[in-house]
């Protein structure tokens, strides 16, 4: 049934067929699950002995949800982690699992193991090509074009008991499938593979700058995984610009990348070419004076759109984005998880902020646990959700927000993944979804609850103030401080720019102002929560907080800034970098 080599057309094709039917894809989808693996001991423990194949799998269905319990990754740990240590038995899947995931952990402060298949690189070929399909209908790009990926591996491991350890990401680009995307697609990444696995961010990216600009005529389309990697690097490339074009005139390779192999790999494929050089020169002159808006279509002008991650924690780097790409269209990627894939953009023409992702009901059996936010009875919530009993993707509503649950070919049964969606629409039979949050990541001092979104809502309205000043929002993250009495929100950004400590002030009274959450809203107006504190923190903070995550294991494709943190290493970096101050002082709301 799923295309494994077919044409774009063909793709499109397979996912109207299976998008129209998804209810039965579904069924079909647990049962296939299952069958693969009904005698592993997980699901022993809660099946019992069934004989799968004489149950009708409608029945399987319904037998499945009420017999195995909703799992979060903690409860799922000890098993997982008998697997990391050596044990070989079934014990979650029928098939051996020989290589583990880290989910990025940037959102829940800790990284996760997670079981990583041939499948998952799998699906993750059949969603790229996919969202290629639709891509394509609306942006035709040319084939044996190239494509400027800031991508980047890290380092893979050995667990305890021999197995590879390392992010999805960076199985996904040892795997065969990332050579079977860019044959099949005839479009290369500019950069070899030696620059991809380097394992260090910064020469990497120097290496991708250096060869995006060498083939800049040819570079069809600009992308990363997440969009924090594409502003980062041109925010690097505002510095290095005269050093690549040195490199670009020379036909050399600067001594700030010190990696034999990266040198050789790099060395190998560029030349001397004066001309380009002088060009990139004098483009970047003029885009100095300009800000550096335009930059993408200046220095890359064959390039008919950028395409990366732009939605949830990312949507606060699209107003940089849309300076560096000014007319050049911004396509909003996929939705997954390093657990599983999610959904496609079906409609690469919507801005990012209007995009949604139809679910693909053929990755992972999907079920939606139905949230209401609490606006009044304080006493009875514990989160700021209450639940009702999970549904299957048949049976969600339009306008209702729900958390999704997944049970997974790598031995994922009904676990929750802590993303809230809501359900904006349909494709044919499938939801199409609209990425709210992560649940857990609420800001709480005590009754007040603000999830990432709300955050980001009201730091855009904060940081709008900036612009009297031509200064602008770099990156932001926030603390809930309960040490102090009483607690009170911190708010930590990094500014391009200078800004009078009166400006400022404004902006943090705005901030406070504009958290409509009713718990803080009541707290600030009986001074149990403390007026909101604003700390500017010195340029260059949010790159040390990322050399922290990447020190501990993250890769750079797939990091995500924190936007709330208690993480003791991270409070100290923004804390010492901190170079002011301020607060919001009268509170009228
Ligand atoms: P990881 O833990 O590194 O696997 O990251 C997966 C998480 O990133 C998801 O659970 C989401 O919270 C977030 N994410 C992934 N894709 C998107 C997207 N298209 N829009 C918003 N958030 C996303």
Redesign the pocket.
Known sequence: MEPSVCGEDDIVRWFEDVTEKAGSVQTQTLWRILELNFEVEYLKKWLGDIEIQEVDACVLESLYTSLVPLASHADLEPYIHRIANGESGPILTKQPITTLSL???T?EGRQKYVPFMRHSSQTTLQIFRLAAAYRSRVYPTREGGRILEFIYSSRQFKTKGGLTAGT?TTHYYASPEFKIKQEKTKSFTCSPEEVISSGDSKQSTYCHLLLGLFFSEQVEFITSTFAYSIVQSFIAFEELWKELCIDIRDGTLSKRINLPKVRKAVLDIISPNPILASKIEACCEELEDLDWFGLIPKLWPNAKYVYS?M????QPYLKKLRRYAAEVPLV???????ESWIGVNVDPCLPPEDVT?AVVPTFSYFEFIPLHRQKQDYNLVIDDFMEDKPVPLSQVKVGQEYEIVLTTFTGLYRYR?G?VVEVAGFHNGTPKLN?IC?RKLILTVNIDKNTEKDLQMVVERGSQLLSKSKAELIDFTSHADVLTQPGHYIIYWEIKGEVEERVLGECCREMDASFVDHGYVVSRRSNSIGPLELRIVEKGTFKKILEYFIGNGSALS?F?TPRCTSNKVLLSILNLCTTKRVYSTAYAN
Request: glycine share 12%.
């Open positions: 989910s990025s952990g959102t999805a991650i939605t949830g924690s990312m909003s990627a996929e939705y997954g998880s390093t992702f993944l993303d990425f992560r797939q995500k």
